[in-house]
């Protein structure tokens, strides 16, 4: 049953990763004091996993949020024995976490029919309450999705990730020659002859401070989580958001992708990471290129503790010009393959 309320959720374009939801479990059904009936159980609230979902079909399909389950019935002298109530399911995507009003985790939904109980039902009415009936258990949920995809770009704005995403794969996400053109996660498949595949997401560009939520930090990190591996995206000209910011050299934005991870979650610097150096096309790129080669080969002399050594191979690339793109995809993506599926 679905009841009309408020929801508050968070969207970039037609992309919604939270939602707010009530729901109730349904109340039991009386008793028969004069003959000892038991009333029924009323019925369940779950949250279960569907592939094909996504959280902005579920609140197009019930805009009220209002989660219901059914009453159960009566006892009666036909049917002493009152049946449960009806049970309520919330379908939801895969990579879902479910939380109460408090932030407390109740479960995760990884893979398809993954099913969680957020609202039980009421005890029906029986001799140990004189026969009259519980109501329902009342619940404020929050479905907070994080996107799983075997592979996840990461990048500060303008670093070439959809540029990158749109070459490997068929996805088609908005590219220009401006910062943040990517406002919300993209997800590419890369198919193989063989029929293999791996997603990838392109995660909307970061912001120095993102670990503390600066810009839209905590609502695209919280994405890196559920990836296998991460693919460092690094413009070769290095990377200043606006003048009145410091101008970051190829080096200094991998150094502060890595720290930005770090300081938002530490165990994300157990992920295996790779690193494709962009825009080789550019004036000077090969000489600035060696530059960088030579920092990450030797960074004790550049600068203290890093988490450079992470990463497993580096490949120059040039998405405008599609060069290195077809040898790239062979041999980098069907690596990332291998470590993650294999």
């Known amino acids: 049953m679905v009841r009309g309320s408020c929801v508050l959720f968070r969207k970039y374009g037609n992309f919604i990763d939270n939602l707010r939801l009530f729901t109730k479990g349904g109340s039991g059904g009386m008793g028969y004091p004069r003959l000892g009936g038991e009333g029924g159980k009323g019925g369940d609230v ?11 079909q579920l609140k197009d399909k019930y805009p009220q949020k209002r989660f219901v389950a059914g009453e159960g019935a009566n006892s009666r002298v036909s049917a002493l024995k009152g049946s449960k109530g009806k049970d309520c399911e919330i379908p939801v995507p895969v990579g879902v976490s479910v939380t109460d009003e408090n932030g407390k985790v109740i479960g995760e939904l990884n893979k398809e029919k993954d099913r969680i109980l957020v609202a039980e039902g009421g005890l029906g009415g029986k001799l140990l309450t004189n026969f009259l009936p519980l109501k329902g258990q009342k619940r404020v949920i929050h479905l907070d999705l994080k996107l799983i995809a075997d592979i996840g770009l990461v990048g500060f704005p303008n670093a070439g990730k959809s540029s990158l995403l749109s070459k490997i794969s068929h996805a088609k996400p908005a590219i220009a020659d401006y910062a943040f053109t990517t406002i919300k996660p993209e997800l590419g498949k890369i198919m193989y002859s063989d029929f293999k595949q791996i997603s990838v997401a392109d995660l909307p560009g970061l912001i120095e401070g993102a670990h503390m939520n600066k810009g839209m930090g905590h609502k695209f990190l919280k994405h890196i989580e559920r990836t296998k591996q991460l693919l460092f995206v690094v413009d070769i000209s290095g990377f200043q958001l606006s003048s009145q910011t410091h101008y970051r050299t190829a080096f200094e934005t991998i150094i502060l992708l890595s720290k930005e991870l770090e300081l938002y979650k530490e165990e ?28 990450l080969q030797n960074p004790k002399g550049t600068v203290q503790g890093t988490a450079c050594t992470v990463l497993r191979r580096i490949d120059r690339t040039s998405c405008p010009q599609g060069s290195h793109i077809q040898q790239q995809k062979p041999l980098e993506i069907r690596a990332f393959y291998r470590k993650v599926k294999e």
């Open 268 to 295: 994300l610097q157990t992920k295996p990471a790779l690193l494709a150096v962009n825009k080789m096309d550019l004036p000077d790129a090969q000489d600035k290129f060696h530059v960088l080669m030579n920092q």
């Open 46 to 56: 779950w949250v279960v996993a569907h592939n094909k979902m996504t959280l902005k």
